[in-house]
């Protein structure tokens, strides 16, 4: 069973452009959060998809957004950097439609710097 | 607004202590409640997860306690080695969601 991946690893951008991160589901897994960790803080929810919809929302602007494809394989866009961006940013997959919500599994993070 | 408070922020201890970390939380109405592990710079590994009508749940050296209706959950883990050292996360879900605390940071001297 392949677990969850996220490319790339690290990505140095600088402040005003945008970026794409790449998140690959767990198999057999409908659903993708996206969650960003500040140095030496928690991760705090983005947003997450389930069947190719968003369901859900945090407290982040809309120039962040996101998409999943039918392989249930997601990305997360970051529109008109700001230094602050600056984070890990961490997607994790899990299986859902049930009574309770599934163990969400976690990729190893994509490091962004914003300069 | 959910909010999670892990105590202590940091541990160190010498190899072989028992220890107890834990984690309180605002808002009962949760469904479950899962304990994570993660290494500086790395993403997040699942430990151990309590459903709300649970009360316990062991895994190996770990144990986890639930406590829905105080708000509180409290990790155990016997025989402490220096591999355990890592940072140790808290996160009650919600709809849709994990809220996290800030962690508590663990290092086991040998």
């Known amino acids: 069973e392949t677990g969850v991946t996220q490319s790339p690893t690290h990505l140095i951008k600088t402040r005003g452009q945008q970026v794409t991160l790449r998140c690959s589901s767990q198999?057999?897994?409908?659903?993708v959060s996206w969650y960003q960790q500040a140095l030496g803080q928690g991760p705090q929810f983005i947003f997450q998809?389930?069947?190719?919809?968003?369901?859900g929302r945090g407290n982040f602007p809309p120039r962040f957004s996101g998409l999943q494809f039918p392989n249930y394989s997601s990305e997360l866009n970051v529109n008109a950097l700001e230094l602050d961006d600056s984070a890990l940013y961490l997607c994790?997959?899990?299986?859902?439609?049930?009574?309770?919500?599934?163990?969400?599994?976690f990729g190893p993070g994509t490091r962004l710097t914003v300069l | 607004k959910q909010e999670v408070t892990q105590i202590p922020a940091a541990l160190s201890v010498p190899e072989g202590e028992n220890l107890v970390l834990n984690c309180s939380f605002t808002?009962?109405?949760?469904?479950?409640l899962q304990w994570f592990r993660q290494d500086p710079g790395k993403g997040l590994t699942s430990l151990l997860l309590?459903?709300?009508?649970?009360r316990e749940q062991t895994s190996g050296r770990l144990n986890a306690s639930l406590d829905k209706s105080s708000g509180r959950s409290t990790l155990y883990i016997a025989a402490s080695q220096p591999g355990d050292s890592a940072t140790y996360l808290c996160?009650?879900?919600?709809?849709?969601?994990?809220?996290f605390g800030t962690g508590t940071r663990l290092l086991v001297s040998p």
């Open positions: 994790a997959s899990s299986r859902e439609g049930g009574l309770l919500p599934d163990t969400q599994y």
């Open positions: 198999s057999g897994h409908n659903t």
């Open positions: 998809y389930y069947r190719e919809e968003e369901n």
């Open positions: 808002d009962s109405a949760i469904y479950n």
């Open positions: 309590i459903q709300s009508s649970q």
């Open positions: 996160a009650p879900t919600g709809f849709q969601k994990l809220v």
